[in-house]
């Protein structure tokens, strides 16, 4: 259909001119001419090591193997620290030491809002305490939710360890704070509830011994 253009129109439609041939910089690689020939390594042999004086090869270590022998490593360090520390630790000398130890509970799962206050006042039921530590992240001061508590006789420590070892008590419960209502009239501990129901089954376990006692005999 261009045919039938008028010459004006045909002008737009000529092809361009054809791209001026540039020689290349540099020679195509098969007609490069190298000034040595290519030759095997034959003549480099005699400048090899002779494999009758070399050294005998060493064996790599394995992945597996360096784990075992770093976990080895670890082992033995850690058991010489140990010993180390056995070595320095006086515990007649400590002086982080407090109290005695025979005298002191060791309380475990204590709230973090309960204070000092609080864990007196649930534990002076069972005797006079001479010191309550509760102990503290040396980083954040945060309570870390154990604490010790000291009683000023022996006694008094192994009858509360008795009675939370046959009915262990719940120190979540410290950290609420008393109602205008609680706070008038103090309510009964668990301690107190667990020592009464021991007094009132004691006299039907009697009975029931007397009455089996008749049986048998």
Known sequence: MTQFLPPNLLALFAPRD???????????P?????????C???PYIREFEDPRDAPPPTRAETREERM????????????????????????HNDPNAQGDAFKTLFVARVNYDTTESKLRREFEVYGPIKR???VYSKRSGKPRGYAFIEYEHERDMHCEY??????????????????PSQSSVPSPTLPHLTLAMS??????????LFFFYIRVF
């Open 18 to 28: 054809p791209i001026p041939y540039l020689p290349p910089l540099e020679k195509l």
């Open 30 to 38: 098969h007609e490069k001419h190298h000034n040595q020939p290519y």
């Open 40 to 42: 095997g390594i034959a």
């Open 68 to 91: 075992e022998r770093k976990r080895r490593e670890k082992i033995e360090r850690r058991q010489q620290e140990v010993e180390t520390e056995l070595k320095m630790w006086d515990p």
């Open 132 to 134: 309550i530590h509760m």
């Open 162 to 179: 008795l009675l939370l070892w046959s009915c262990p008590l719940t120190l979540s419960h410290l950290s609420a704070a008393p109602t």
């Open 199 to 208: 007094l009132l089954l004691l006299p039907l376990f009697l009975i029931y």
